[in-house]
């Protein structure tokens, strides 16, 4: 019998998203409860000693760490998502640690303070892609037609760009035809597109405003148009 899944999550936090792309990958009906990460409720810090999200509840007992909830779930549900060879395995999840990276580089790019400081953020931004451009083979996905754990990684790294290219056109992805075919084929993947709410690009648009950075003023700028 499958244990009862309660996955606790932010609505913004790419994290989470990775976990609820696995749970889905893998046909696994689960509860999902979203907590306020500025007013995080006393049972949430008591579950999770690290107080981020996600958190996996499994029969009520906490998994934390979304790499480590992916690693649970491909250990206990089919169809497996990472590759049967332990090199390979270990070279996927060198990707998803790389995935985390770009997050990182996400997080200073939005925070940047003024625009030369943006520019530089998407020039190391720009970098990162041009290493994963030289990784992808033919696709769909990043090993090639079966979807994989770092496909799940990386399904939530390229849907902030899906409103960073809203604000102006940063260059990140000139000239990288496999990984934009890479992150269409993502877009298209009924796990990924379900792993957020539908008021996603709006709640991402407004945190972004509320940065007091660079970007942020842009928005205003186009925003007054």
Same mark, same amino acid.
């Given at each position: 019998?499958?244990?009862?899944?309660?996955?606790?999550?932010?609505?913004?936090?790419?994290?989470?998203?990775?976990?609820?792309?696995?749970?889905?990958?893998?046909?696994?009906?689960?509860?999902?409860?979203?907590?306020?990460?500025?007013?995080?409720?006393?049972?949430?810090?008591?579950?999770?000693?690290?107080?981020?999200?996600?958190?996996?509840?499994?029969?009520?007992?906490?998994?934390?760490?979304?790499?480590?909830?992916?690693?649970?779930?491909?250990?206990?549900?089919?169809?497996?998502?990472?590759?049967?060879?332990?090199?390979?395995?270990?070279?996927?999840?060198?990707?998803?640690?790389?995935?985390?990276? *770009?997050?990182?580089?996400? %997080? #200073?790019? $939005?925070?940047?303070?003024?625009?030369?400081? !943006?520019?530089? @953020?998407?020039?190391? &931004?720009?970098?990162?892609?041009?290493?994963?451009?030289?990784?992808?083979?033919?696709?769909?996905?990043?090993?090639?037609?079966?979807?994989?754990?770092?496909?799940?990684?990386?399904?939530?790294?390229?849907?902030?760009?899906?409103?960073?290219?809203?604000?102006?056109?940063?260059?990140?992805?000139?000239?990288?035809?496999?990984?934009?075919?890479?992150?269409?084929?993502?877009?298209?993947?009924?796990? *990924?597109?379900?792993?957020? %709410? #539908?008021? $996603?690009?709006?709640?991402?648009?407004?945190? !972004?405003?509320? @940065?007091?950075?660079? &970007?942020?003023?842009?928005?205003?700028?186009?925003?007054?148009?």
């Amino acid at each position: 019998m499958r244990p009862h899944l309660t996955l606790i999550s932010h609505k913004l936090c790419p994290y989470v998203q990775r976990a609820a792309i696995v749970l889905a990958e893998k046909g696994i009906s689960f509860e999902r409860k979203d907590i306020d990460l500025a007013n995080k409720p006393d049972w949430f810090l008591k579950l999770s000693p690290l107080g981020k999200t996600p958190l996996l509840l499994v029969d009520g007992e906490a998994v934390f760490e979304s790499t480590v909830i992916c690693e649970y779930l491909d250990d206990t549900a089919a169809p497996r998502l990472h590759p049967q060879d332990a090199l390979q395995r270990a070279r996927h999840r060198g990707w998803m640690e790389f995935g985390s990276a *770009v997050l990182n580089n996400i %997080g #200073a790019f $939005y925070n940047a303070p003024d625009e030369q400081a !943006l520019a530089a @953020r998407a020039a190391e &931004l720009r970098a990162k892609v041009q290493q994963i451009e030289a990784a992808l083979g033919a696709g769909p996905y990043f090993a090639g037609s079966h979807f994989s754990m770092v496909d799940a990684a990386f399904g939530p790294v390229f849907r902030y760009f899906d409103v960073f290219d809203t604000i102006g056109d940063f260059g990140v992805f000139a000239d990288m035809p496999k990984v934009n075919a890479w992150r269409q084929a993502l877009a298209q993947r009924d796990s *990924v597109r379900t792993a957020v %709410g #539908a008021d $996603y690009p709006e709640l991402l648009s407004t945190f !972004l405003q509320q @940065r007091r950075s660079a &970007l942020s003023g842009r928005m205003a700028a186009v925003l007054a148009v």
